[in-house]
């Protein structure tokens, strides 16, 4: 459906085993910044994992989106995984040409037309910039390690956050 959810139940389905080793983190002691364009990611030495994240597009559905959570289980299956990922009717073809969104339809995305949303409702009222944030968590997931440290991003992307985690991985070394 666009969204991370029926990932989340298979796995929860298949169940938890507990390791014997201790849990080992990204835990930064310092802070690391990445710039590319208007997009910002930093993150910030924390005990907690958390992302804060602005978002903008010059389109009336869209606009500018902001929201912050501490990345817990409960509050990724109950406020980002459901957030279906998105795009805009005038990308749909040059996505397509490009061999991309082969399985692409109202049911498995946000579809943004020129003035509306062109499914039935949202999830969220900020259902854009969740899935953004459920983007960079899954982006930054190739560290191999869950995180603790406050990530703030603007206006990011996958690019940029795979470029954001290399980053990280030489902070860590």
């Known amino acids: 459906d666009g969204s991370a959810l029926p990932f989340l139940h298979e796995l929860k389905k298949a169940g938890i085993v507990e390791q014997d080793a201790p849990r080992k983190f990204v835990d930064l002691k310092q802070p690391v ?81 020129d003035e509306a949303i062109l499914n039935d409702a949202l999830r969220y009222p900020d259902e854009f910039v969740r899935h953004k944030m459920l983007d960079l968590i899954g982006d930054m997931f190739l560290l191999g390690r869950p995180l603790k440290g406050h990530v703030v991003a603007v206006k990011p992307g996958h690019k940029k956050n795979v470029m954001f985690s290399k980053m990280i991985r030489k902070a860590m070394l």
């Open 33 to 113: 910044y990445y710039r590319d364009g208007e997009a910002t990611l930093s993150i910030l030495p924390s005990d907690d994992f958390r992302v804060t994240m602005t978002i903008a597009f010059d389109h009336i559905a869209v606009g500018t989106q902001y929201a912050s959570f501490a990345i817990t289980p409960q509050t990724f299956e109950k406020e980002l995984a459901p957030a279906r990922t998105f795009c805009f009717l005038h990308e749909v073809k040059s996505l397509q040409e490009q061999g991309l969104i082969k399985g692409g339809s109202l049911d498995s995305a946000v579809v943004i037309g």
